[in-house]
């Protein structure tokens, strides 16, 4: 099975940007879908990108589309989320996920991805 280590979150200013990586280890990369995910506080958890086995195929949340983007580098085992013009309420922690298998139907839904990492926190301010 993947392990998965989140990095690059931080506090940031509104406005600013980040990217944020997620490096995978212990199994083939390039067998799993990858998604990412935020939580904010007191809210529940939403879907914000996902992307394809060999990363020919991306998909972002609609509110997010034109500010986020998902990229992945199968040779480095390390999937990345590039975040634009952050907003103060895109404060979360930020987890990146792994399935095996993917229907379009379910790309959205966390439970259906098999593996998480830790999550790393993103605080931006106004």
């Known amino acids: 099975q993947v392990q998965l280590v989140e990095s690059g979150g931080g506090s940031v200013q509104a406005g600013d940007s980040l990217r944020l990586s997620c490096a995978a280890s212990g199994g083939t990369f390039s067998t799993y879908w990858m998604g990412w995910f935020r939580q904010a506080p007191g809210k529940e958890r939403e879907f914000v990108s996902s992307i394809s086995y060999g990363g020919s195929s991306t998909y972002v949340a609609d509110s997010l589309k034109g500010r986020f983007t998902i990229s992945r580098d199968n040779a480095k085992n390390t999937l990345y989320l590039q975040m634009n013009s952050l907003k103060s309420e895109e404060t979360a922690v930020y987890y990146c996920?792994?399935?095996?298998?993917?229907?379009?139907?379910?790309?959205?839904?966390?439970?259906?991805?098999?593996?998480w990492g830790q999550g790393t926190q993103v605080t931006v301010s106004s």
């Open positions: 996920a792994a399935r095996r298998t993917f229907t379009i139907s379910t790309m959205g839904r966390g439970e259906k991805y098999d593996f």
